[in-house]
Nanobody, 118 residues
Framework: QVQLVESGGDLVQPGGSQRLSCAAS????????MGWYRQAPGKQRDLVAT???????NYADFVKGRFTISRDNAKNTLYLQMNNLRPEDTAVYYC????????????WGQGTQVTVSS
């Protein structure tokens, strides 16, 4: 099995920055894709950004130019650097891991709260 543990969520002022981390452990097979999703109260869970184990990235339009996803394969850790945060970025941020060659290889973390408010 796989465990994903997010950290770094906090209360941040508008225009501020924050970095989220996601530590993965367990049976992690390659190739895979790791990503960040977010869910605001009363809304659906949306994709924020993904990165494959080859380093290919994909971003939602609403974070392009502000957020950067990265990963350290040696440490099995995923990061999300968030800059120029806006109140609408307030949400629970979830880490996700999809193992490409496993039909049931889709895992979620428990989430970390990011609140952007003055």
């Amino acid at each position: 099995q796989v465990q994903l543990v997010e950290s770094g969520g906090d209360l941040v002022q508008p225009g501020g920055s924050q970095r989220l981390s996601c530590a993965a452990s367990g049976s992690i097979f390659y190739p895979n894709t790791m990503g960040w999703y977010r869910q605001a109260p009363g809304k659906q869970r949306d994709l924020v950004a993904t990165i494959t184990s080859y380093g290919t990235t994909n971003y939602a339009d609403f974070v392009k130019g502000r957020f950067t996803i990265s990963r350290d394969n040696a440490k099995n850790t995923l990061y999300l650097q968030m800059n120029n945060l806006r109140p609408e970025d307030t949400a629970v941020y979830y880490c996700n891991l999809k193992i490409h060659l496993l039909s049931d290889g889709n895992y979620w973390g428990q989430g970390t709260q990011v609140t952007v408010s003055s």
